[in-house]
């Protein structure tokens, strides 16, 4: 995150593979910039303390851009253990709440930030949804097995619908789903240009509120072709921008 008198945070390790971040900068809510860090690699994002809930809406749109641009084939799976790129202490595996439901990151208990897979961070701007049982039926009668949109590991439809190894449901990226992330994204941040309501304040306020006392959680982690059903729909939508 860019502080208000414009200095850059120092740049930082990925917690998962310990190398170098690509840092970039996006437009902030209120003024300047926040910066944030990517690992590629690793398809994850770090945010500094409250750098997630600072990004103006227009910026939401670019980092779906960012991350649908840099998509790739193989990506490291994420580590047992992850550790704070700013203070080493151990990542916590914590789960907040959005309008499309449950998503997770790995939090600093110190408060120096978070480590969010792209995957999760979709999900939290309302990007991606889960499957229905009868969508699932669907997919499975054209293919048998599909990778995990979180870690890639294969999931057997035949008798899953989530994957064993990090519990993630099946999800895609719902053409819908993304539309509608987009116009609310999009009104957003031209009501944010025209100026701030007393309510976008209020609510600014809560946000920055709750993230501050998000609830944290522990959990175990434990030849035919297969479709990642997210990075499928990353690269369709991002068509849409070229």
């Not at 917690?15 to 994850?44: I, W, Y």
Request: aromatic fraction near 8%; charged fraction near 20%.
């Amino acid at each position: 995150m860019t502080p208000a008198g414009g200095a850059d945070i120092a740049p930082v390790s990925c917690p998962n593979c310990r190398q170098a971040m690509q840092a970039q900068k996006f437009e902030r809510n209120d003024h300047g910039s926040v910066q944030v860090e990517l690992c590629f690699t690793c398809a994850g994002i770090w945010f500094d303390h409250l750098a997630s809930i600072q990004l103006a809406p227009g910026a939401v749109i670019e980092l779906f851009k960012e991350i649908q641009a840099n998509q790739r084939a193989a990506r490291q799976p994420v580590a047992n253990s992850l550790a704070c790129p700013r203070c080493e202490d151990a990542l916590a595996l914590s789960y907040d709440l959005a309008k499309a439901g449950r998503f997770s990151y790995f939090r600093c208990p110190r408060g120096d930030g978070r480590f969010t897979p792209f995957f999760q961070f979709l999900r939290e701007k309302q990007f991606i949804r889960n499957l229905t049982l009868a969508e699932i039926e669907k997919v499975k009668s054209q293919v048998r097995q599909i990778n995990c949109a979180e870690c890639g590991a294969p999931i057997d439809l035949e008798h899953e619908t989530q994957c064993k190894y990090c519990h993630a449901p099946v999800s895609f990226l719902d053409p819908d789903a993304v539309h509608k992330a987009m116009q609310v994204w999009s009104a957003a941040d031209a009501r944010r240009r025209a100026g701030p309501t007393p309510e976008a304040v209020a609510d600014s306020l809560l946000r920055i509120q709750l993230a501050s006392q998000a609830p944290s959680g522990a959990a175990n982690r434990g030849g035919v072709d297969r479709l990642d059903l997210v990075t499928l729909g990353i690269h369709a939508i991002g068509e849409l921008f070229r």
